[in-house]
């Protein structure tokens, strides 16, 4: 039996629920991307676990299936990244790599991006992994005429358009804040040599409004997806879509899909993870609220070791000790809440490490809540270190 529900990766595009405003909105935008040949470059943006990375590979896979000849590639910015030199070789490195996995491409254009990937980025022709430690960095410039060289091959192929995904651009963002920059320069000169490479970034809800020298270059040149958890409904058909896609013999009751929506407040993460244990343990039959009730604190406890414990294990004494008085105030909690006139500084501080860590959300200046409510019952059951 496939389980299709797993929240530790992008959802399979095949298993992926709702977002028809979005899907609607991309076949415009790629659409347009192709009549005129110039790209409409995407930016979805949301919270945490909302589901940004499926949704940019779901935009991949629309690429690649519509009646135009197109490719799609996509990659995620390691949060180890530490400049836009790194970031500029594991574009091309990665761009390379799908373009010559890619379906229906000849051997002719292979042999050519093989040959590219031997001369420009020094790896023998059969290297899929690289095994040094260190990614190699190479100049913006190189950037720039590494896509423009690829895309000559691709012209003569008849392919009209590449989507480029760069999932969570923000950790190049956190490593150096200009870089972005710099890339959207690259990106913007590309259609005077006629290369079509239709980018779509994923980041959190603040990465271009909170720099104001990113937000209106920024919000120019993205067309902006910008998405939240999903209601009630949409939590229905996050839970019945992947079932039946799957083929199981499985039914959710109405009153079980709600029980797992108000436990999850319809955030994807949550609702996979509840998902994936239910189905394990179900496998055939009728997945009811009892059912569920049954296995709430086993879901629990597995939730504590797959990701609470995580989230403490990276959090200082200071931010532990601020996660754990927020517990007390309601959903959205002041700075002026939670310290005393003395270590204002030091706790607006450790606010804004804990925001850089998902673990806090800010709602607004100065406001603050806890990432989900699920963390909130975890940090209140004083099983939290
Ligand atoms: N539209 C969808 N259909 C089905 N499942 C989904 C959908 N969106 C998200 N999911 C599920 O939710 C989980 C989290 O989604 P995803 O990884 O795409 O979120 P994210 O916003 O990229 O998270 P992060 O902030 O950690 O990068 C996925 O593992 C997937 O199982
Ligand atoms: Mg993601």
Redesign the pocket.
């Known amino acids: 039996m496939l389980n299709p529900?797993?929240?530790?990766?992008?959802?399979r595009p095949e298993?992926?629920?709702?977002?028809q405003n979005e899907i609607e909105r991309f076949r415009r935008d790629f659409k347009r991307t192709i009549d005129s040949k110039l790209p409409e470059n995407i930016a979805i943006l949301?919270?945490?676990?909302?589901?940004?990375?499926?949704?940019a590979y779901?935009f991949m896979d629309i690429g690649a299936k519509s009646n135009v000849k197109a490719l799609s590639s996509g990659f995620g910015v390691p949060r180890t990244i530490k400049d836009v030199g790194e970031f500029c070789y594991l574009l091309l490195y990665k761009l390379n790599q799908d373009l010559i996995t890619s379906k229906g491409i000849s051997s002719r254009l292979k042999d050519e991006l093989l040959l590219w990937r031997t001369d420009q980025l020094k790896l023998g022709p059969f290297t899929m992994q690289r095994n040094e430690k260190e990614t190699p960095k190479i100049p913006i410039t190189h950037l720039h005429s590494g896509l423009i060289d690829m895309w000559k091959s691709l012209h003569r192929e008849g392919v009209e358009a590449v989507v480029l995904v760069v999932?969570?651009l923000h950790h190049l963002l956190q490593a150096v804040k200009g870089g972005i920059l710099d890339v959207r320069s690259i990106f913007q000169d590309l259609p005077r040599y006629n290369c079509n490479y239709q980018l779509v970034i994923?980041g959190y809800k603040a990465l271009f409004s909170e720099i104001r020298e990113l937000a209106e270059p920024m919000g120019r040149f993205f067309n902006t997806y910008e998405i939240k958890e999903f209601n009630k409904n949409e939590a229905k058909e996050?839970i019945n879509?992947?079932i039946r896609a799957a083929g199981l013999d499985i039914k959710v009751t109405e009153d079980a899909s709600d029980f797992v929506y108000e436990k999850t407040k319809g955030n994807?993460?949550f609702?996979?993870f509840f998902m994936q244990m239910l189905v394990e343990e179900r496998k055939k039959g009728v997945i009811d609220v009892q059912f569920i009730k049954d296995r709430v604190s086993k879901i629990m406890s597995e939730l504590e070791r797959e990701k609470f414990g995580k989230d403490m294990s990276i959090a200082s004494e200071l931010e532990r000790r601020v996660l754990k008085k927020m517990i007390d105030k309601q959903e959205i909690v002041r700075l002026k809440d939670l310290c005393t006139g003395k270590d204002k500084t030091k706790v607006a501080k450790a606010l804004n490490r804990l925001v850089e860590k998902?673990l806090v959300v800010k709602v607004n200046r100065g406001e603050y809540k806890l990432y989900h409510p699920l963390f909130k019952e975890y940090l209140s059951s004083g099983r939290a270190k």
Do not use: C, M
Request: glycine share 8%.
């Open positions: 529900f797993n929240p530790k990766y992008p959802v298993l992926f629920a709702n977002r949301g919270d945490w676990g909302v589901g940004k990375s499926s949704l779901k999932d969570d994923t996050l879509t992947p994807p993460y609702v996979s998902n």
